[in-house]
């Protein structure tokens, strides 16, 4: 790939010189001991990556939140030390690579967004060792590179790109770009509202169906991540002879069939989540060759209208182009049910309303100037710890009109799924 020299994202996280205990039973604690079982009864929720050795099968997941049914974790108590960071050149140009890795990913996605009407939001990317907290729980490097919808992050231990070359046999730097690029595609479906509607979809279905729907949502990743390799080289010359083979080699790599038949010797399609590797590698091409969001409507080609990404795209909220704009146009038209998400700086600290459901509250001003009261419900999620006037805070959730600017709220995990999962980040931390 054609990528030194090019811009970085700002949008890098790096906690690797942080060490955190050991998970417990808390804040997504023992995941790792459950995955066997979840394998076994349920099948795995998650981007399956690579294998590593938990029972014979172990996972690298893509989206967290799938695996954990969609359940943001509260922020755990695991003490978190410090330690100086010890970084080999090759550890720091991958450091490089995936940050201009990431930074194409948003120039790509940022101009289709914008054919359709829409505003791009930048995903963040962690760097971490070992283990790490999120706010979908807490996740040791095993499991591998995941996203997370709660807090809107991809999660990734550089250490995972070893076992890509040397396990699965699919060096080569583009194949590294591919794993960031179907997680780049998860965050696409949490925008669009597309990963919540699955989820919702698969209330009540036996677990067979629900995997087919899992499958579905992957491959639709995998499409997507093949659109923006298209725009890549179009827009930038970015692939050398060779990269597209090295994505269709790690496509077909990490297949349902391909990773069962290495751990197990047998091959179980109705356990499949993640798709065969026939269809992983069919459904890259399809975004590779065409470049179109809309060649990625694997629901629709199932059957599954309702999920399907032509009707998700017309019907999808058209931000106008930042929070501030959103906001004042809501604002100004007294319209409520207005899904956003932006940054403003706190301007004061309210009571908690303990009548009913309990609230933390504060005002916080926007870009424009226009203040808007936030009402956390903290019997959902946890209460935001030191908030200070003056401080800035990232936040999405719903907007209510009322005459004095009107109020964000349902920043955590709707229970009952009527609204999309909201959150609260404030000085690094995510609160859901």
């Known amino acids: 790939m054609r990528w030194r020299g090019n811009r970085r994202s700002n949008n890098i996280e790096d906690r690797r010189s942080q060490r955190l205990g050991r998970m417990g039973a808390g804040g997504g604690g023992g995941l790792l001991r459950l995955l066997p079982l979840v394998f076994r009864f349920l099948g795995f929720k998650g981007t399956a990556i690579v294998a590593v050795g938990i029972i014979g099968y172990g996972l690298i997941t893509g989206n967290l939140g799938s695996l954990l049914g969609g359940a943001p974790q509260s922020v755990g108590s695991a003490g978190i030390q410090t330690a100086p960071l010890a970084e080999s050149a090759e550890e720091k140009e991958l450091v490089e690579f995936v940050s201009v890795v990431l930074a194409d990913t948003e120039d790509t996605w940022h101009s289709l967004f914008k054919q359709q009407g829409m505003r791009y939001q930048e995903p963040r990317l962690v760097l971490f060792r070992d283990r790490v907290q999120s706010a979908c729980g807490m996740a040791e490097s095993a499991i591998g590179p995941f996203y997370c919808p709660g807090d809107q992050q991809v999660y990734i231990d550089l250490g995972f ?208 100037g226009q203040q808007i009261l936030v009402a956390h419900n903290i019997d959902l999620a946890p209460r935001v710890p030191d908030l200070e006037v003056g401080e800035r805070i990232a936040f999405y959730g719903e907007y209510e009109w009322n005459d004095k600017g009107g109020v964000i709220h349902w920043t955590h995990d709707d229970p009952r799924k009527r609204h999309p999962d909201g959150w609260l980040r404030y000085r690094g931390v995510t609160y859901q």
Not at 191 to 199: H, Q, V
Not at 251 to 273: N, Y
């Open 161 to 368: 790109y070893d076992d890509l070359r040397q396990r699965f046999r699919a060096p080569g730097d583009f194949a590294q770009a591919y794993v960031i690029a179907h997680e780049v595609g998860h965050h696409i479906q949490t925008l669009l509202g597309i990963s919540p509607k699955m989820r919702e979809a698969q209330r009540g279905l036996s677990q067979t169906e629900a995997n087919k729907l899992s499958v579905l949502l992957e491959l639709q990743a995998d499409c997507l991540s093949g659109v923006w390799a298209n725009h890549a080289d179009r827009a930038r010359q970015l692939l050398e002879q060779g990269d597209v083979e090295e994505g269709l080699r790690a496509a077909s790599a990490i297949g349902d069939d391909a990773l069962q038949r290495q751990a197990t010797g047998q091959v179980r399609p109705d356990t499949f989540t993640h798709g065969s590797s026939a269809q992983r590698v069919q459904w890259f091409k399809a975004g590779l060759n065409s470049g179109e969001i809309t060649a990625c409507d694997t629901f629709r080609e199932a059957g599954l209208h309702r999920l399907s990404l032509q009707q998700v795209l017309a019907s999808a909220p058209v931000p106008v182009d930042t929070a501030s704009d959103i906001l004042a146009a809501a604002f100004k038209a007294r319209r409520s049910d207005v899904q956003v998400q932006g940054e403003a700086e706190i301007v004061r600290l309210l009571s908690d309303d303990n009548e009913g459901s309990r609230h933390q509250r504060f005002i916080m001003r926007l870009a424009n």
